[in-house]
């Protein structure tokens, strides 16, 4: 009898001992039906993040900058506090105007030395480089056009002869008459003197009576020099009235040139 007592609380004991064990699910009832068990805290944050994070957010579209519309606003502004200041001087109103006005100042001047950093680092944007300003640039740039120029117009010359008229009674023709001379001499020009008076002029002591000529082409005001092409027959005005030689140059060049906007 003793044994078999014995053997019974032997092998109740591990069922005691597990008993104990808060694992076992029958007593874990409070956790509810259907095993339903609170997470702690920290899985209930987790959970939260991981949702957010799945749930889509509405995208932020970046506000487009517009310069012209900050631009013009800011310049309304400025003559808005100017008119105020001007209207009602009082101090806080030109206080107002005086600081739009310094910000206004100050962009301008951080304009300005960027653009001046810009040709610096932009040789065909630096237009010193094609018209120099420095003493010494603007002596060698004069000499090197000087001499494309005479090229150019002693090629003219080859091909182009020159219309003159003029009248012996004309103070302006007896001033103009020895700068064409000098002119055709330089590059080359063939000069047809046609007198309308049946006079002459310094340098063209031979010229010819017109023939009807200076009615054809308009001429109605002297001095007047057509540049003349005989294979085409095309004539074309350079200049009425007294010119200096440079200005006649620059006359014949404007109009041979192929490419409008070229310096020569």
């Known amino acids: 009898m003793m044994k078999s007592l014995i053997l019974l609380l032997t092998l109740a004991l591990p069922i005691v001992a597990g ?28 959970e939260e993040l991981i949702e957010e994070a799945q749930i889509p957010q509405p995208s932020i579209v970046p506000a487009v900058f517009n310069p012209k519309a900050k631009l013009e606003a800011f310049q309304e502004k400025l003559e808005n506090a100017q008119a105020l200041a001007i209207m009602r001087p009082t101090h806080e109103n030109v206080m107002s105007y005086m600081y739009l006005q310094k910000q206004a100042m100050d962009n301008s001047q951080r304009f300005s030395e960027m653009w001046q950093r810009v040709v610096w680092l932009t040789p065909e944007l630096d237009h010193t480089l094609v018209r120099p300003t420095s003493p010494k640039a603007v002596h060698a740039y004069y000499d090197t056009r000087n001499a494309q ?23 302006y023709c007896q001033r103009f008459s020895p700068i064409l001379k000098s002119f055709a001499q330089r590059y080359g020009f063939h000069v047809t ?56 140059e620059q006359r014949v060049l404007t109009l041979m040139n192929t490419n409008p906007g070229e310096t020569l």
């Open 149 to 171: 120029r005479k090229v150019t117009l002693e090629q003219i010359a080859q091909k182009h002869g020159l219309f003159y008229f003029f009248r012996q009674s004309c103070p």
């Open 19 to 46: 008993a104990a064990s808060s694992d076992q699910w029958f007593e874990r009832h409070t956790e509810g039906w259907f095993w339903y068990i609170d997470p702690p805290p920290e899985e209930e944050e987790r």
């Open 193 to 248: 003197a046609i007198s309308l008076d049946g006079g002459t002029s310094p340098g063209f002591p031979n010229p010819r009576p017109d023939n009807g000529t200076a009615r054809r082409l308009g001429v109605t005001t002297v001095p007047a020099v057509y540049l003349v092409q005989p294979n085409t027959r095309s004539v074309q005005p350079v200049s009425f009235g007294l010119l200096g030689p440079s200005e006649l």
